[in-house]
């Protein structure tokens, strides 16, 4: 099998002041179509550096990263734009919703850079947030959504752009654990329909229910079966 996402000898290093932090050193690792891997470790160990390469948000010092035949390790900003809005799903802790749109124009958001009319992005918004079970709340704003329906809404708007790769960054941190539960099991849905699947926790009892666990520390990985 041919893998979705590799990356060769990654490297990436951050200056604070006088001091040099190498969020990741000297990384490889694969990850294949339709796999469910779990990126784990302390904070600052480089989990959120690691994802942002490869959604393409970040460029490494040095070393290849591929997804899906993309070369981005030295790929220009404009298009790293468009293979992020044709590749990747991106569903944070913090929701990331516009508070003043509700949660249809919120899901619509994304497909701006599309070629889709108007009248195509609402009904594709409207598809995922059925799709997410949020049919009866298309015209609510995230003010009037509890916690667990706006990660509803932002996962979602994941979805609106048909990606290869959804990376979730701490999904459940700001949910309750029935709501953090109903959550995973959302995504772990959609990781069964074929969509691979990132998910940043420090929640092992979340990291176990992955294919695989990468844990990351001091800017190394290690992997292990979940």
């Known amino acids: 099998m041919n893998s979705l ?15 040099t932090l190498k969020a990741l050193d000297n990384v490889s690792f694969t990850v294949n179509p339709g796999e469910f891997i779990a990126i784990t470790g302390p904070s600052g160990s480089g989990k959120s550096t690691l994802a942002n390469i490869i959604g393409g948000l970040d460029h490494p010092d040095s070393g290849s990263v591929v997804v899906d035949g993309n070369e981005l390790a030295h790929t220009r900003d404009n298009k790293l734009s468009n293979y992020r809005n044709h590749n990747i799903g991106f569903v944070f802790q913090s929701f990331n919703l516009q508070g003043t749109n509700t949660a249809l124009e919120n899901v619509m958001l994304p497909l701006v850079f599309s070629h889709m009319k108007n009248k195509e992005r609402k009904i594709r918004a409207e598809e995922c947030l059925k799709a997410v079970g949020l049919a009866d709340r298309l015209m609510h704003k995230p003010s009037q959504l509890s916690g667990g329906q706006r990660q509803r809404v932002a996962i979602a ?70």
Not at 5 to 16: D, S
Not at 175 to 190: F, P, T
Request: aromatic share 2%; proline share 2%.
């Open 5 to 19: 996402i590799e990356l060769r000898n990654v490297t990436k290093t951050y200056h604070l002041g006088d001091e």
């Open 157 to 226: 708007r994941a979805l609106a752009v048909n990606p290869k790769i959804i990376i979730a960054d701490e999904p459940t941190g700001n949910l309750d654990s029935a709501r953090g539960g109903e959550i995973m099991k959302l995504l772990s849905g959609l990781n069964k329909q074929g969509i691979t699947l990132l998910v940043i926790t420090h929640d092992m009892n979340i990291a176990r229910t992955a294919h695989r666990i990468v844990d990351i520390r001091d800017g190394k990985i290690m992997e292990r079966r979940g």
